[in-house]
């Protein structure tokens, strides 16, 4: 049995990147099979790291998921020793990660790529 604390800030935030993420991988798609201008979103790391460690730490939350086994008898009606493991968030160590550094600059921006490649025509 598992029971796993929610973190609906972390949850919404990540899967927001990764719709960008799967957005610009086919609006590259699109523009090298089909011809078409499209865009692309250039995630900054800062950003990555503030959806994937920022709630956690604000929620004080760092056990995420407690796994635990239920008891169980053996043929001679004894019960069984039983196993519990307590998931850990990993959060990186001092100076890998600052928390709330994406909010001092932008975490994402759009670059238009047209049918010849980034911004401008390519020769």
Same mark, same amino acid.
């Given at each position: 049995? %598992?029971?796993?604390?929610?973190?609906?800030? &972390?949850?919404?935030?990540?899967?927001?990147? !990764?719709?960008?993420?799967?957005? %610009?991988?086919?609006?590259?798609?699109?523009?090298?099979?089909?011809?078409?201008?499209?865009?692309?979103?250039? !995630? %900054?790391?800062?950003?990555?790291?503030?959806?994937?460690?920022? +709630?956690?730490?604000?929620? *004080? /939350?760092?056990?995420?998921?407690?796994?635990?086994?239920?008891? =169980? =008898?053996?043929?001679?009606?004894?019960?069984?020793?039983?196993? /519990?493991?307590?998931? =850990?968030?990993? !959060?990186?160590?001092?100076?890998?990660?600052?928390?709330?550094a994406s909010a001092n600059?932008?975490?994402?921006? &759009?670059?238009?790529l047209n049918r010849h490649?980034? *911004? +401008?025509?390519?020769?």
């Amino acid at each position: 049995m %598992s029971l796993t604390g929610p973190l609906p800030d &972390r949850d919404i935030g990540i899967s927001v990147l !990764i719709q960008r993420a799967v957005s %610009s991988l086919w609006g590259v798609a699109r523009r090298r099979y089909l011809g078409v201008s499209d865009e692309v979103f250039l !995630i %900054s790391t800062a950003a990555v790291d503030d959806a994937a460690f920022g +709630a956690v730490v604000a929620a *004080g /939350q760092q056990v995420r998921t407690y796994t635990l086994e239920l008891p =169980k =008898k053996d043929s001679n009606g004894e019960f069984l020793e039983t196993a /519990q493991v307590i998931h =850990k968030q990993q !959060i990186p160590g001092e100076g890998a990660w600052k928390p709330g550094a994406s909010a001092n600059g932008p975490t994402w921006r &759009r670059v238009a790529l047209n049918r010849h490649g980034l *911004g +401008a025509a390519s020769s």
